[in-house]
């Protein structure tokens, strides 16, 4: 089974901020890779596909980048809504596998 | 808009037995693959299971591997997991989840609020 290691397991910021997440998988990827936001109580939320592909509806200050083992999630100009944990997760092979999250916590 | 409604859950002894359902709306559901995912109280996101969109192949997690059975009825769009032999780690909340494609390979982009199955004696 392939896992997936993500850094920092949380994070204070600033609203305004830029913030980067990154996710490395024990073997190559390629790029099934997706982030998901989750807010307490509430359903994951997809954020990126395909390792850079931008959701529908999902602002531009999310992006992505990466590909085969190394991976990032990056937040520009952090606003209050996106205090949160987020995840990645690999798709490329079953079983499919999530990061164990981190949570973006107000500094 | 598309929607995803999970319905089952409840309080269940260990070896005990409970099916959920994953009733969906706003999308052809005969053209999507399906997932189960389940979260544990406090803790991160476990995958648990895939069932392809003509429901010709499934996929499990070890963890569950011959307890559960997850299947589907694109007549009434709607999804299920068939849980037996149930243990106290399995107490969670389990989300359904659709696909973006109808093969295995693709990430998840709609989910349920999920229902929360609580195995406790």
């Known amino acids: 089974a392939i896992q997936l290691t993500q850094s920092p397991s949380s994070l204070s910021a600033s609203v305004g901020d830029r913030v980067t997440i990154t996710c490395r998988a024990s073997r190559d990827i390629s790029s099934a890779l997706a982030w998901y936001q989750q807010k307490p109580g509430k359903a994951p939320q997809l954020l990126i596909y395909d390792a850079s592909s931008l959701e529908s509806g999902v602002p531009s200050r999310f992006s992505g980048s990466g590909s085969g083992t190394d991976f990032t999630l990056t937040i520009s100009n952090l606003q209050p809504e996106d205090f949160a944990t987020y995840y990645c997760q690999q798709f490329n092979t079953f079983p499919h596998s999530f990061g164990q999250g981190t949570k973006l916590e107000i500094k | 808009q598309v929607q995803l409604v999970e319905s089952g859950g409840g309080v269940v002894q260990p070896g005990g037995s409970l099916r959920l359902s994953c009733a969906t709306s706003?999308?052809?559901?005969?053209?999507?693959?399906m997932h189960w995912v389940r979260q544990a109280p406090g803790e991160g996101l476990e995958w648990v299971a895939f069932?392809?969109?003509?429901?010709?192949?499934?996929y499990y997690a070890d963890s569950v591997k011959g307890r559960f059975t997850i299947s589907r009825d694109n007549s009434k769009s709607t999804l299920y997991m068939q849980m037996d032999g149930l243990r106290a780690e399995d107490t969670a909340v389990f989300y359904c989840a659709k696909a973006t494609s109808y093969y295995g390979s693709a990430s998840y982009d709609s989910w349920g609020q999920g229902t929360l199955v609580t195995v406790s004696s």
């Open positions: 069932i392809r969109h003509d429901g010709s192949t499934t």
């Open positions: 706003g999308f052809t559901f005969s053209s999507h693959g």
